[in-house]
């Protein structure tokens, strides 16, 4: 993995924030195992906008200088104790970059700024292998499958967020 200079920035995201990521998963089985399973498909950008803009949602962006929006990701305030990313994604043509991890830490550090967390969860198909792996190389462990669909509910001490980085970069 070679650095990326000048750092990544994380920032508030909107619909067309949205939409770009949108148009990284063109396949509907592909929309739903990223976004969710309640996405209606085919998603448009006002239909994905609309199902994910929830009340609990802060939607970011990830952008590399040079390139524009490279990553998307959402963090809810889950069961009144979860700091939980979700719709967590890098563009196809810069992932093994390890932008997946920065955007991971910084939506972590967004999530605790935004709720009174005591820790981080997420949720991630099992056969996702590149994106357990991440997962647990950030200090997320497995803790049961979902008791409707086929991925796993992970969660990570608040002390797996990396100390030093700064507000705003990730």
């Known amino acids: ?45 006002a239909s994905f906008w609309q199902d994910i803009n929830n009340a609990d949602a802060h939607s970011f962006a990830l952008d590399l200088p040079g390139a524009g929006q490279v990553g998307f990701g959402q963090v809810r305030y889950r069961e009144n104790r979860y700091g939980h990313l979700a719709r967590v994604i890098v563009s196809p043509a810069h992932r093994g970059l390890g932008l997946g991890r ?19 969860s997420l949720y991630v198909f099992s056969d996702n292998r590149p994106a357990v792996e991440l997962y647990r190389s950030l200090g997320y462990a497995e803790q049961g499958k979902h008791p409707q669909f086929d991925c796993v509910l992970m969660v990570a001490p608040l002390s797996a967020l990396p100390q030093g980085t700064t507000p705003g970069k990730t």
Do not use: K, Y
Not at 27 to 35: S, T, Y
Not at 102 to 120: D, Q, S, V
């Open 102 to 120: 920065r955007l991971c830490t910084g939506l972590m550090r967004e999530a605790i700024r935004l709720h009174p967390i005591e820790a981080f």
């Open 1 to 45: 993995m070679r650095p990326l200079t000048p750092d990544p920035v994380l920032r508030p995201a909107a619909a067309a924030e949205a939409a770009v990521a949108l148009a990284w998963t063109p396949h509907d089985e592909d929309l739903r195992r990223w976004a969710g399973p309640s996405i209606r498909c085919p998603a448009t950008p």
